[in-house]
């Protein structure tokens, strides 16, 4: 699950980046991938027009995207919560239930290699809703690098439960 604070710009362009990727590896009927915002304020609203255009780019429909919190169940039924910022990583810790629930969330962009050496506080994703088309194009530059990251982790993650 990607995480942001409102499921209108990082978020979802992640999840669909990542969605499609896990498909084009032969992984997408092994996983589902879905994401949430912290904060209710923008629930039910599509995705920021902004990133939309940055996944019409990339050949990837979005439109059928509608924010949403972070669902109640997200505990039980997430195997891996990928975090946008440095707050959502700390909001997502302060409401893990248990030790084994911590373990399950990372930052995006520490499964890119360029930042994965860097301190975790300098591995957030700024929020492009603040700026114009140009700071989108940075998180969808940001989240096109760190997502084969992911795959690879998922893949492995898959194999060893195999």
Do not use: K
């Not at 990727?21 to 609203?45: F, K, P, Q, T, Y």
Request: glycine share 8%; with cysteine; net charge negative.
């Amino acid at each position: 699950m990607t995480v942001c604070t409102g499921n209108i710009c990082r978020s979802p362009l992640a999840e669909y980046v990542l969605r499609e990727a896990l498909a084009d590896a032969g992984l997408g009927d092994r996983v589902l991938v879905e994401s949430g915002g912290i904060s209710d304020e923008e629930h039910g609203r599509p995705m920021d027009r902004r990133a939309l255009a940055e996944l019409r780019g990339l050949g990837i429909d979005g439109s059928a995207h509608r924010a949403r919190e972070l669902p109640s169940d997200a505990w039980e039924s997430t195997d891996l919560f990928l975090a946008a910022d440095l707050n959502h990583l700390r909001f997502l810790r302060r409401h893990a239930p248990t030790p084994e629930h911590r373990g399950r969330i990372r930052l995006l962009r520490s499964f890119d290699p360029a930042s994965a050496a860097l301190p975790e506080e300098r591995q957030g994703m700024a929020d492009p809703w603040y700026g114009d088309e140009s700071d989108f194009v940075i998180t969808r530059v940001q989240v096109l690098a760190s997502v084969p990251g992911v795959v690879e982790f998922v893949r492995a993650e898959l194999g060893a439960r195999a």
